[in-house]
């Protein structure tokens, strides 16, 4: 029987009026997620809720166990992940570290990386006995030039969406990652935390406000020859600035780093509507499009504009400098990144020691191995994952507890309708 009360009024922006039954869905959805981690623990208490939907119930530091059956089944995340010369390395391992059989891989070594180091990484995926067998880990054998300060970035970023789309069919959200990436929490907690939420969300970071961006970011013209050259050479500025437009508002952010719907990613790569492939010619001589590509054709897509979260879930601190770069991460930060409940860490240099600390702490991942889950069947002291089964079981730590506090304060009443696509 239908209530004849209305929905909270938080969520009225994010679906339209006549989809009301989904109001219902996610908030039962979420609750049942709090519920949930709250009877996994075995030291919890529960606490009663007030009228913000962000306050619900507090956790206790004990263990959780694994996935009940009567759990949503797990999504599947579509993997991107980007490196240059040298980055081969970097690339393995954080495939490892964000490493489940659910999940689909794309790895690129730009162009600017030789052949051979391609050959390699391909060489050291197929040594792992998980990946061959179940094969959803792929190389990209003709690679793309992928220039950050130029269009060629957002180019290679597509090109690895169109490719993601037509390998399978099966996954729901889009993830692109950096070699300078890293997990911040187990696969496990991410997939179980996302079972309970509509597949249609995206979350990236977007604002209006260009501010400084106007005279450095949007107004400059620039080629980057990585979209017509064999070889790499830098992009270069011309001496013309352009007009804003007032065809469409432009929406931007700090970071490239996104996870999209798989529905998203069709309506740029497939859809119908010219407004993606507008926006893209748009972009194609600004510097740095990728900071801005993706977050204006949501913002400015009718069909999408109220299916965005305003966050990342990446974890990130900005230097000082006049281009706001994100500032390299240490041992310094390790204790502000797990207790963060961000997914990922953006950026780590090479080997530094803080990602074998959060291998340690965090992923409990052995050197060269995949982090265990509730798919790995292995024991003692040899490899975990070397022994499979059923990639649905998910055992969820504290990282889905955190993730989940994360996700109820985005979508509650004094988050969520304030920094969605808001139109100054």
């Known amino acids: ?179 300078s990436d890293y997990p911040l929490m187990t696969q496990d907690d991410l997939l179980h935390v996302f079972s309970f939420l509509p597949r249609d969300l995206n979350f990236i970071q977007h604002t209006n406000y260009i501010g400084w961006r106007e005279s450095r970011r949007i107004r400059p013209i620039i080629v980057d020859p990585g979209l017509y050259l064999s070889s790499r050479t830098d992009i270069f500025y011309a001496t013309q600035k352009r007009e804003l437009p007032n065809a469409y508002r432009l929406f931007t952010a700090g970071s490239s780093s996104v996870i999209l719907s798989r529905k998203f990613i069709e309506y740029c790569i497939l859809g119908t509507d010219n407004l993606p492939r507008t926006l893209l010619m748009y972009y194609s001589n600004m510097p740095s499009p990728q900071t801005n590509y993706f977050q204006t054709v949501l913002c400015n897509s009718p069909e999408f504009n109220r299916k965005i979260v305003n966050d990342n879930l990446h974890y990130v601190t900005w230097d000082t400098s006049p281009d706001k770069e994100p500032r390299l991460l240490n041992v310094s930060d390790l204790g502000n990144m797990t207790q963060s409940g961000a997914v990922f860490g953006t950026r780590f240099t090479k080997d530094d020691p803080v990602l074998d600390r959060i291998d340690q702490e965090v992923l409990s991942r052995g050197p060269s191995k995949i982090v265990p889950g509730g798919w790995c069947l292995g024991g003692g002291h040899t490899d975990p994952c070397s022994i499979w089964g059923n990639p649905d079981i998910l055992r969820p730590g504290p990282g889905a507890r955190k993730l989940t506090n994360v996700i109820v304060q985005l979508l509650s009443d004094k988050s969520f309708h304030s920094h969605q696509c808001i139109w100054d």
Not at 22 to 44: E, K, Q, R, V
Not at 88 to 105: E, F, T
Not at 128 to 151: E, L, M
């Open 1 to 179: 029987m239908q209530s004849s009360s209305p929905p909270p009024s938080f969520l009225s922006p994010f679906f339209p009026k006549e989809s009301r039954q989904l109001y219902c869905l996610l908030l039962t959805a979420l609750f049942s997620l709090l519920i949930f981690l709250s009877f996994l623990s075995p030291n919890s208490s529960s606490s009663s809720s007030s009228s913000s939907f962000s306050t619900a119930i507090r956790y206790s530091a004990g263990p959780l166990t694994a996935l009940s059956t009567s759990s949503p089944l797990p999504p599947s995340f579509a993997y991107f992940i980007s490196g240059s010369d040298g980055d081969g390395n970097r690339i393995l391992r954080l495939l490892q570290a964000v490493y489940h059989p659910k999940n689909l891989y794309l790895l690129h070594l730009d162009r600017a990386a030789p052949q051979e180091q391609r050959d390699r990484l391909a060489r050291a995926v197929r040594s792992v006995a998980a990946f061959r067998s179940i094969r959803n880990v792929h190389v990209v054998g003709n690679a793309d030039f992928a220039n950050p300060r130029g269009c060629s970035a957002l180019a290679a970023t597509l090109h690895g969406a169109a490719v993601l789309l037509r390998i399978a069919a099966e996954w729901d959200w889009f993830v692109n990652l950096d070699a």
